[in-house]
């Protein structure tokens, strides 16, 4: 099945700095990649997504990146405010491939330094 | 409009009872997953309905576990002889499409 792996499992960064969150998947049937945001007691929310047939994607302060070949993903947050610390989780399925549950990394905790 | 909801929010059971857990999903999505999230822990996969298909019971951790959805809407989670390492949030997510979107979860401890 599918293994995917996340690094850092805690970033600390200056508020106004970028912030980075890598993930690698092994299954290259994989073609959906979604990122959850988890703050505190609440509930994961979809914060971007990106599909196997695009490298990048990018929603205001947030991007994400694919490298199909090397089987890894990025989350890439600017401009850092305090609001943005939380538990950040990649995750990879073959949605519409017959393995449609996530599979999720293990968790990043962003700490945004005031 | 109303996002997924999830019944109860809290349980506390004694070991070996069964406990039931309740998912409604956002109107008009056909898809329907649970997962489970142990403390500071990921999200691990446990079961997927898609509209009338067989689900998919993969990821269930023993046959104590299993789950049902009925007239392709609410679904319920059931654990049977719960043991105490069943403790977590149980996470239900529903979509349409392959945007997934979470519900606040049973948090259940077994005592």
């Known amino acids: 099945g599918e293994n995917v792996e996340q690094h850092p499992s805690t970033l600390s960064v200056q508020e106004g700095d970028s912030a980075v969150i890598k993930c690698t998947y092994s299954?290259?049937?994989?073609?959906?990649f979604p990122w959850y945001k988890q703050e505190l007691g609440k509930r994961p929310q979809l914060i971007i997504d990106i599909r196997s047939n695009v490298g990048e994607k990018k929603d205001q302060r947030i991007a994400v990146t694919l490298n199909k070949t090397a089987k890894h993903f990025s989350l890439h947050i600017t401009e850092t405010q305090p609001e943005d610390s939380a538990v950040y989780f990649c995750a990879a399925s073959r949605a519409g491939g017959g393995a449609d549950g996530l599979t999720f990394g293990k968790g990043t905790h962003l700490i945004i330094q005031p | 409009g109303a996002g997924v909801s999830q019944s109860p929010s809290n349980k506390v059971t004694e070991k070996g009872k069964d406990v039931e857990l309740r998912c409604d999903p956002i109107s008009g999505h056909t898809a329907l997953y649970w997962y489970r999230q142990s403390l500071g822990q990921g999200l691990e996969f446990l079961i997927y309905?898609?509209?009338?298909?067989?689900?998919?019971k993969s990821g269930l951790p023993s046959d104590r576990f299993s789950a049902e959805r009925t007239g392709g809407s609410v679904s319920t989670l059931t654990i049977q002889r719960t043991q105490q390492e069943d403790s977590a949030v149980y996470l239900c997510a529903s979509s349409r499409d392959r945007e997934q979107y979470f519900g606040p979860g049973t948090r259940l401890l077994v005592l």
């Open positions: 309905f898609q509209g009338n298909s067989a689900p998919d």
């Open positions: 299954d290259s049937a994989s073609n959906y």
